[in-house]
């Protein structure tokens, strides 16, 4: 991939998956890095029975001052120059590769758990770090925790409910 082909796609459409990585500590999570319009990429953590049935990821969002820091702080991200990345497309068989049975059971509590803890890695040097999810923003401000009770969250969204 070159950086004409990168800018070309954005003008056309408004984002551009470039990498996917399944982390095999968490079962079968993957980790998905998207570059869109504004300075801003997406890494979404997701799994392949949950991107079948569109539901049940987390994205997380990143802007950055300039599209040259985006690029350069997500190379170091990914581990990735440019020329390496890959543009991907939906088709769940190539989306996802072949995983053994066993590893499709994803992991996400303890996902939860390394996120609370600061263990998930994301990008550096952005400007500003948005998480669209009130649990997600909840148990990265640690409002909750990744074993909370039912009961605690209830009263966490109720919480929410009578501030809004």
Known sequence: MTLFEIK???ILNS????????????????REVTIMHDNECRIDFLCKENKINNEGEISFYFKFGSFDEMLESIEN???????????YFADVGIYYGEIPEWEIIPDWDLFKKDFCGGKI????NYSE????DFYW???YSGELSYD????DIEAYFRKIRENT
């Open 8 to 10: 070309q796609s954005l």
């Open 77 to 87: 991200y990914t581990g990735k120059k440019i020329s390496e990345w890959k543009r």
């Open 129 to 132: 770090f948005i998480i669209r």
């Open 15 to 30: 984002i551009y998956p470039i990498d996917r990585l399944h982390l095999e500590k968490y079962g079968g999570i993957f």
């Open 121 to 124: 890695e994301f990008p550096k």
């Open 137 to 139: 923003q909840a148990l």
């Open 148 to 151: 909370s009770s039912e009961s």
